[in-house]
């Protein structure tokens, strides 16, 4: 059974830092796209930032220059380093890939979510 399981949330002051990692785990065949994406009460899921195997990132305009998406490909891991937070930045942020398990078939899975709180 393939697994995305998030670390690093929590608490943090504005001007901060953290970084948050998910690591997939399970049998794996391949993983394309990974990505963050962040969650607020009443609000839609939402797309921060995306990352293909061959390292090719996409970012929301809103954390440009401020949130840099990375990947491990020999630990399954994608993580995000988030710096200059914003209260506006607290959400519930959501791991996401697209994953190969016991064929070439990809699969997207998404990971339980990790609670980021930006204080003012």
């Known amino acids: 059974q393939v697994q995305l399981v998030e670390s690093g949330g929590g608490l943090v002051q504005a001007g901060g830092s953290l970084r948050l990692s998910c690591a997939a785990s399970?049998?794996?065949?391949?993983?394309?796209?990974m990505g963050w994406y962040r969650q607020t009460p009443g609000k839609q899921r939402e797309l921060v930032a995306t990352?293909?195997?061959?390292?090719?990132?996409n970012y929301q305009d809103s954390v440009k220059g401020r949130f840099t998406i990375s990947r491990d490909n020999a630990k399954n891991t994608v993580y995000l380093q988030m710096s200059s937070l914003k209260p506006e930045d607290t959400a519930v942020y959501y791991c996401?890939?697209?994953?190969?398990?016991?064929?070439?078939?990809?699969?997207?899975?998404w990971g339980q979510g990790t609670q980021v709180t930006v204080s003012s």
């Open positions: 399970g049998p794996i065949l391949s993983i394309n796209v």
């Open positions: 996401n890939a697209d994953i190969a398990s016991r064929s070439w078939y990809f699969v997207n899975y």
């Open positions: 990352i293909t195997s061959g390292s090719s990132t």
